[in-house]
């Protein structure tokens, strides 16, 4: 089981930005799908973003895109959630999640096997 430490959450004003990261504990990513998701109070989480460890193909949710982008730093064995024009409709607690690479779709949590502690990104108005 891999162990995934995000960081890069906070406070910010609608218009603003946020990075969040996620460290990975396995000695590669390239055998990964790694990704993001969040949850807002009351709400079902939901897919962000995900990309595969052996390809620069990004996947986002439609609520995300043109505004998020994610990505991935093989050497540091990490991806990030760059967060642009953030809106408060953006607020939830955020998760990065990773899984071996397989046939199952990867806008679906099944597709992950191993998730963050998640962390906090709130948006005012």
Same mark, same amino acid.
């Given at each position: ?5 995000e960081s890069g ?13 996620? /460290?990975?504990? /396995? ?15 009351? @709400?079902?989480?939901?897919?962000? /973003?995900s ?13 995300v @895109?043109?505004?998020? +982008?994610?990505?991935r730093?093989?050497? @540091?064995? /990490? ?23 397989s046939? +199952?779709?990867?806008?679906t949590?099944?597709a ?8 906090q990104? +709130?948006?005012?108005?």
């Open positions: 089981q891999a162990q995934l430490v959450g906070g406070l910010v004003q609608a218009g603003d930005s946020l990075r969040l990261s996620c /460290a990975h504990s /396995a000695y590669t990513l390239r055998f990964y799908t790694v990704g993001w998701f969040r949850q807002a109070p009351g @709400k079902e989480r939901e897919f962000v /973003a990309m595969w460890g052996n390809s620069d193909t990004t996947v986002y949710a439609e609520s @895109k043109g505004r998020f +982008t994610i990505s730093d093989g050497a @540091k064995n /990490a991806w990030y959630l760059q967060m642009d024009s953030l809106q408060p409709e953006d607020t939830a607690v955020y998760f990065c999640a990773s899984g071996l690479i046939t +199952t779709p990867i806008r949590s099944r992950y096997s191993n998730w963050g502690q998640g962390i990104v +709130t948006v005012s108005s």
